[in-house]
């Protein structure tokens, strides 16, 4: 049996999300993309592709009747993380709208703590925030919307830096932001969110 070419892009997006600065692999994509959207479409899965902001990635298909089991599974997310995600997602908005050559965001962890803290006003609250924020940290970046900067990249090594993702666009739309952000105040949990 031969492999199909497009089989590498298929098992990369099976991994995660694709981005265009994976050249490579990106390229391959571009070039086998309705071969691989009819391949996977047959199994119940839809490449969604976004070529301005640089990111594809794979979605289950809902369709009526059909029972398939589900090959992404969703996750809750606690009311502190999906904070941090709605957050990340406001800055992006913020760093598209300045007039700048760069598609990366880049932000340390003094800039994450200063953007979340100001919704924890009581001290304990925030103390207990500040402690365990390493932790809803890793969390996004599991989720994928935050890159650590490699360490070598970093003029302060001391200081932990991340590439916000765009794929958080994809997860957080405008009109889904403007709904959060309206219900979110300091000391307000919103509901908590599944992926």
Not at 15 to 33: A, I, M, N, T, V
Request: charged content about 30%.
């Amino acid at each position: 049996m031969q492999i199909a070419p497009f089989a590498p892009t298929v098992i990369r997006l099976f991994k995660g999300p694709l981005y265009d600065d994976q050249r490579k692999e990106w390229s391959e994509l571009l070039l086998y993309f309705e071969e691989v959207r009819m391949y996977l479409g047959k199994i119940g899965l839809e490449v969604i592709l976004n070529e301005p902001e640089g990111f594809a990635y794979l979605r289950q298909m809902e369709e009526e009747g059909q029972a398939l089991p589900r090959l992404m599974s969703k996750r809750k997310l606690s009311w502190e993380v999906t904070l941090l995600c709605v957050l990340l997602r406001q800055k992006l908005e913020e760093f598209d709208l300045k007039d700048t050559d760069s598609r990366k965001l880049f932000l340390n962890k003094e800039e994450l703590k200063a953007e979340i803290e100001l919704f924890f006003e009581e001290e304990n609250n925030r103390s207990r925030l500040l402690e365990k924020l390493d932790g809803y940290i890793k969390q996004v970046v599991d989720l994928g919307y935050l890159k650590p900067v490699s360490a070598s990249l970093l003029q302060d090594s001391t200081q932990s830096r991340y590439e916000v993702k765009r794929i958080i666009k994809a997860r957080f739309n405008s009109d889904e932001l403007a709904n959060i952000l309206q219900k979110i105040t300091p000391e307000n949990e919103p509901p908590t969110n599944h992926l």
